[in-house]
């Protein structure tokens, strides 16, 4: 690409964002109740995790992706590392996910004093490769009956039934060599794309391995006609700053089993047991509840869920035909699935020329982002187990994320 393709790009998108300086790559908008109801938060005095709004929060939730149960989190990572708990991911075990994806993803299972296993990307949902999973798994692993437990010292949280883990299914997968369990599968849906996640399922259940989805960028993106994040025995949405909408952070976890649910609500508020005065705990608990004036945004801003969607893939049809048109390589939602266009992307021919649109771009107050530096490549995941990852090298080089938000 020339300079002059790069320009008549940067024209493209300043003609999307009229009357702006600087373009930021994904800001929130408020410009509905969300004044309204932080008020009305604030002058409740309920502005930590007792109120109305948190409880709302959850309803609106559960009602808009159709899951049973909702326990709402301080932020997407909270609810992935209580999702980690609550599948029984304990120290020394093996936990399957994409080297492409936020760190918060790797993080959530080093909490867990668990290990990731790196499995490579499919290059047009830019999630877990179904195939490459289920290849590396027939390599690599065995199944063995019983229910396992954590791979070293056991330290689990214990529960009502003295270890809180799913109903088993009465055989588990662990790696042939390290005889490492495999305890839980984390795919995520890449800049709100789904990836195959029934193909997932179908390999994870044949193994004994739970899927929680990592659905931190996909709130209203569908495979198949059902949300990301249902899949899964557990699923987590995120509600940052720079999301499709946010409440200031939060997080929610989605599941269909009760058991689970009241587990995680439970966990999320110090595992308080109920009482009129008296401070018992039952078990170690943590501070994850999301506090009521972030529900209240987070209302707000669900309000207008629809209306966002509509403008995020109106938006990604005029990138899709721009680019169509000018010789840019326009990443479209893949197969089977209707995603919500999160950060919108294009992939340019290689790292080299990735840079100088990056330089460039930016250099014109248009911010444009590459993707995440590969997991297996941070400090703390170097020498961590992977599949060959040549999938996945090579859209870190060459994709940039261009301004996906909501024209104010």
């Not at 994904?26 to 604030?42: A, Q, T, W």
């Amino acid at each position: 690409m020339s300079l002059k393709d790069y320009s008549a790009l940067i024209g493209f998108i300043r003609s999307l964002y009229p009357g702006k300086d600087s373009i930021a790559l994904h800001e929130p908008v408020f410009s509905g109740n969300e004044r309204d109801y932080v008020l009305d938060c604030i002058d409740s005095t309920y502005v930590s995790s007792v109120g109305k709004y948190t409880g709302r929060f959850e309803e609106m939730l559960r009602s808009y992706t159709g899951a049973a149960h909702t326990v709402a989190a301080v932020n997407g990572t909270a609810a992935l590392h209580l999702s980690l708990q609550l599948a029984g991911v304990g120290r020394g075990d093996l936990v399957i996910t994409q080297p492409l994806t936020f760190v918060a993803t790797s993080n959530a299972i080093a909490y867990c004093g668990a290990e990731p296993a790196f499995v490579d990307i499919d290059p047009q949902t830019l999630g877990l490769s179904a195939s490459v999973l289920e290849q590396w798994l027939s390599d690599n692993c065995e199944i063995l009956e019983g229910e396992g437990g954590s791979s070293r010292t056991g330290e689990g949280q214990k529960g009502d039934s003295g270890k809180l883990e799913m109903a088993g299914t009465g055989f588990y997968c662990r790696h042939k060599t390290t005889k490492q369990r495999i305890a839980a599968c984390v795919p995520m849906h890449t800049f709100g794309h789904p990836c195959e996640i029934d193909r997932i399922m179908d390999t994870c259940a044949r193994y004994g391995i739970p899927v929680i989805e990592d659905a931190a960028e996909a709130i209203g993106s569908l495979y198949k006609g059902k949300h990301a994040g249902t899949y899964g025995t557990l699923g987590i949405i995120s509600f940052n700053g720079n999301k499709t909408i946010t409440a200031g952070g939060g997080g929610i976890i989605l599941t269909n089993s009760e058991e689970i649910a009241r587990l995680a609500k439970h966990l999320s508020t110090q595992a308080k047991v109920p009482h009129p005065w008296q401070f018992n705990h039952d078990r170690t608990g943590y501070n994850y509840r999301l506090p009521n004036i972030n529900a209240a945004l987070g209302c707000a801003q669900m309000e207008r869920i629809t209306e966002f969607l509509d403008f995020k893939r109106s938006l990604a049809q005029q990138y899709s035909r721009f680019c169509a048109e000018s010789g840019f390589s326009f990443v479209s939602e893949p197969p089977n699935a209707r995603s919500n266009y999160w950060l919108n992307a294009i992939l340019l021919d290689d790292e080299k020329e990735r840079d100088g649109f990056l330089q460039f771009s930016n250099g014109h107050k248009v911010m444009t982002r590459p993707c995440w530096t590969l997991m297996n490549k941070l400090p703390m995941n170097r020498g961590a187990m992977a599949s060959d990852l040549s999938a996945a090298r090579d859209i870190e080089a060459r994709l940039v994320n261009l301004p996906s938000g909501v024209a104010s």
